[in-house]
């Protein structure tokens, strides 16, 4: 299936403002640290790779804003054929393939949660495979998504998929 | 209620962020800096001249942030909200200047912080 490519379908692209903030305002306190515990360190080498291994777990914090950089075309579309989140992957699921949406709000951030009637034929190709099961664990659906990181806001995302949906949500 | 309107293409590639994501990413920057800095000036052995200079640095940016947030808004408000292009092409010259910020401060942390850690 192939997103409607009209002018009447939403999308949101990926904020290069955002993410260079994010990455601008992080790399000096990565880096910083990286230099001191790590490269130029005496610690033993078991504490030097244990600080490693902190560090480059915090550093996954900007594989979003790096994919965000580097990514062309918009990351979310949602029209009438359905929806295509590049968070997830690059597949556009059909309406008929939604169980049930609704917005949500967890820690201020507003998400669209979606789930699926059989989600194991819409796998995600992305990082968020690892998180699914965990979202789970906080009362998400299948897959989420949120106005973070994009041109958009929540509030866009939400009346976009208000707008192209055909079932009512749920409530919030 | 009238359905809710999109725009097309041209304008859904606008971006704009709240202007506070710009000032945290200079608070984040400014703290690193300011941490080698100290060091580089002799001070990081002191941890009392530290927390003196960290507590009067919190109190001056919770005193500025105070005076400034008023006319700030105000700015936002009559001049940058009816001129988007200007508040873009600000946005974008804040951001620029912050990664330039942000590479400086990389380098130069390199330069002067010690090895293991600054205590």
Same mark, same amino acid.
């Given at each position: ?23 601008? !305002? =992080? ?32 550093? =996954? ?5 790096? /994919?965000?950089?580097?990514?062309? @075309? #918009?990351? =979310? ?24 949406? %609704?917005?949500?709000?967890?820690? @201020? ?10 989600? /194991? ?5 992305? !990082? ?11 009362? /998400? ?6 106005? @973070? ?16 949906? #055909? %079932? ?5 | 209620?009238?359905? $809710? ?11 704009? *962020?709240? +202007? ?14 300011? *941490? ?9 052995? &002191?941890? &009392? ?29 009559? *001049?940058?909200?009816?001129? $988007? ?6 946005? +974008? ?27």
């Amino acid at each position: 299936m192939t997103m409607d490519q009209s002018s009447l379908a939403f999308r949101a692209y990926g904020s290069r403002k955002q993410a260079l903030i994010a990455i601008a !305002a =992080l790399a000096p306190m990565l880096t910083g640290m990286g230099w001191t515990l790590v490269v130029n360190s005496t610690y033993p080498l078991g504490s030097r790779l244990f600080f490693a291994a902190i560090l480059g777990l915090f550093a =996954l914090v900007l594989v979003g804003p790096v /994919h965000r950089l580097v990514t062309r @075309g #918009p990351l =979310l579309e949602v029209s009438e054929d359905g929806f295509r989140w590049r968070g997830w992957s690059a597949e556009t699921i059909g309406w008929d393939a939604v169980k049930r949406w %609704k917005p949500i709000t967890y820690f @201020g951030i507003r998400y669209v949660t979606i789930w699926l009637h059989e989600p /194991h034929r819409h796998r995600a190709t992305t !990082a968020a495979r690892w998180t699914q099961g965990v979202n789970g664990w906080f009362g /998400h659906g299948d897959i989420s998504i949120t106005g @973070g990181g994009l041109n958009r806001s929540s509030d866009e995302v939400v009346r976009a998929f208000k707008q192209y949906a #055909p %079932k009512a949500p749920l409530g919030r | 209620m009238s359905p $809710p309107s999109f725009p097309d293409d041209a304008e859904a590639t606008r971006d704009y *962020v709240e +202007w506070r994501q710009i000032f945290i990413g200079y608070g984040m920057v400014m703290i690193m800096l300011m *941490v080698a800095v100290l060091h580089q000036l002799g001070f990081s052995e &002191n941890r &009392n001249v530290m927390s003196g200079i960290g507590s009067a640095v919190v109190f001056a940016v919770m005193v500025a942030a105070t005076v400034l947030t008023g006319p700030l808004k105000a700015f936002r408000r009559d *001049v940058l909200a009816i001129r $988007p292009a200007l508040e873009d092409r600000l946005q +974008w010259a804040a951001i620029g200047a912050l990664v330039l910020l942000s590479i400086a401060t990389i380098v130069h942390g390199i330069l002067v912080l010690p090895a293991s850690g600054w205590s």
